[in-house]
């Protein structure tokens, strides 16, 4: 079982950049796919960006492509979301989830296919 503690979000204005931090601990971290999501108030919790676990390949969301970039650091058990030019609809509650079935064929998108979830670290962007 995995335990994700996710850290860096904060208060920005738009425009500015941000890079969202989740550390794993647990079974190895290459057992796991590992996908970042978000939350805002009074919305469904959406898909942001995955990453496999070899970090070979990456998934977006239109919403966030070109935007971000998902890393990973298998040696330090940390996957990164680095963000750009943030918009207050990026305003959210950010979260990292571990998908414990790395050979899949293609990067899960839904919150389903992730078995362990972070608490979350708030991003507010301000216009």
């Known amino acids: 079982q995995a335990q994700l503690i996710e850290s860096g979000g904060g208060l920005v204005q738009a425009g500015a950049s941000l890079r969202l931090s989740c550390a794993g601990s647990g079974r190895p971290f290459t057992d796991y796919n590992m996908g970042w999501f978000r939350q805002a108030p009074g919305k469904e919790r959406e898909f942001v960006a995955a990453?496999?676990?070899?970090?070979?390949?990456?998934l977006y969301a239109d919403s966030v492509k070109g935007r971000s970039t998902i890393s990973r650091d298998n040696a330090k058990n940390t996957v990164f979301l680095q963000m750009s030019s943030l918009k207050p609809e990026d305003t959210a509650l950010y979260y990292c989830?571990?998908?414990?079935?790395?050979?899949?064929?293609?990067?899960?998108?839904?919150?389903?296919?992730?078995?362990?979830w972070g608490q979350g670290t708030q991003v507010t962007v301000s216009s």
């Open positions: 989830a571990a998908d414990p079935r790395p050979l899949r064929s293609t990067l899960p998108g839904g919150a389903s296919d992730y078995d362990y």
């Open positions: 990453i496999s676990w070899n970090a070979r390949n990456t």
